[in-house]
T-cell receptor
């Protein structure tokens, strides 16, 4: 299957700092990438849809000024958590959509575990 | 009614048995369905997808789709302890360019 990488895999930061997470599709081009957040023992929550060359589409309740998304190329999307606070501590996972014959398929990156002190 | 529903489990089966995971969805127009496996602390990994009524087999896994009943299932034959994970059902919403809608997942435990 298609490979998606994320960097960093984990990060610990102080409250008030900004953290940037990269998501790359390694062996395919992805015009669309997705950012999810998952709290412990809870289901995946879609935060936003990242489209190459255009603004991201945010889900209801997700602050676009706090979670900045940039999809600069067909293989790279970044999520920046600005002025992070302890309540932002979570597992952030990206996925990239690979175009298929009948249906597109989403492949997930390994995730980034963010801990805000 | 939730868009994608799964029994949260845990579903416990003995090693070597068949594990049956079920999922229902509300949008009758949905066309594509996906099963992901998520180990604790890890991100989801795609197991298989299905879009035609009937069965689709891949190794020990069989996906079953019944669009009339709005029901999709995943069977795992010869279950192994390494199959213990949370299984996520996802439905593609908004056509081929749409988003995946995930169920909350079913936790499977395979006992040696």
């Amino acid at each position: 299957g298609a490979v998606v990488s994320q960097h960093p895999s984990w990060v610990i930061c102080k409250s008030g700092t900004s953290v940037k997470i990269e998501c790359r599709s390694l062996d395919f081009q992805a015009t669309t990438m997705f950012w999810y957040r998952q709290f412990p023992k809870q289901s995946l929550m879609l935060m936003a849809t990242s489209n190459e060359g255009s603004k991201a589409t945010y889900e209801q309740g997700v602050e676009k000024d706090k979670f900045l998304i940039n999809h600069a190329s067909l293989t790279l999307s970044t999520l920046t958590v600005t002025s992070a606070h302890p309540e932002d501590s979570s597992f952030y996972i990206c996925s990239a959509r690979a175009i298929g014959g009948y249906t597109d398929t989403q492949y997930f990156g390994p995730g980034t575990r963010l801990t805000v002190l | 009614q939730k868009e994608v529903e799964q029994n949260s489990g845990p579903l416990s089966v003995p090693e070597g048995a068949i594990a049956s995971l079920n999922c229902t969805y509300s949008d009758r127009g949905s066309q594509s369905f996906f099963w992901y496996r998520q180990y604790s602390g890890k991100s989801p990994e795609l197991i298989m997808f299905i879009y035609s009524n009937g069965d689709k087999e891949d190794g020990r896994f069989t996906a079953q789709l019944n669009k009339a009943s709005q029901y999709v299932s995943l069977l795992i034959r010869d279950s192994q302890p390494s199959d213990s994970a949370t299984y996520l059902c996802a439905v593609l919403k908004g056509g081929s360019q749409g988003n995946l809608i995930f169920g909350k997942g079913t936790k499977l435990s395979v006992k040696p």
